[in-house]
């Protein structure tokens, strides 16, 4: 496959778990506080090289999945994304609640969560099931 070379325009930066857009795009914001959760994507800058074959972390070692199957932040482009609770706007900063991303990661886009994002139904295979009972945080469990 060939390789394209992109550019992204960071927006803004993760400060102290919440968002700070650059004050140039302060206008932009306007009207996303009516929203409860917006969608945020970064880029994942400290990500490291992915191995191809990874274990899900607390899973038994006879679980190996291909790394694109995972929510690991290690990806062929490192580009995140997580929907979060947005707590308050005040001008070009956006209080949020968690946002699955590292102090200083950019900021790529800014989307308000609709219904039309929201999938009712879907399918995990049983390796997350397994996964999920291990799981302590109830906003990252899947049942």
């Not at 550019?7 to 993760?14: C, D, T, W």
């Not at 306007?30 to 400290?46: P, T």
């Not at 694109?68 to 994304?81: F, K, S, V």
């Given at each position: ?22 004050k140039?795009w ?23 090289t ?76 049983g390796?997350?099931?397994k996964w999920?009972?291990?799981?302590t ?7």
């Open positions: 496959m060939r390789k394209n070379r992109f550019s992204f325009n960071p927006i803004g930066i993760v400060k102290g778990g919440d968002i700070v857009i650059d140039k302060t206008k932009a914001l306007s009207g996303l506080e009516g929203f409860s959760h917006i969608i945020v994507l970064c880029w994942l800058g400290k990500a490291k992915p191995k191809m074959i990874v274990r899900p972390k607390g899973l038994t070692r006879n679980t190996k999945i291909g790394f694109l199957a995972t929510r690991t932040p290690h990806r062929a482009n490192p580009i995140g994304m997580s929907v979060v609770k947005l707590v308050k706007r005040r001008g070009n900063y956006l209080m949020v609640d968690d946002l699955d991303a590292w102090e200083g990661t950019l900021i790529l886009d800014v989307k308000p969560y609709t219904r039309r994002d929201c999938v009712q139904k879907f399918r995990i295979p390796w997350v099931k999920d009972k291990r799981e945080d109830p906003l990252r469990r899947y049942a």
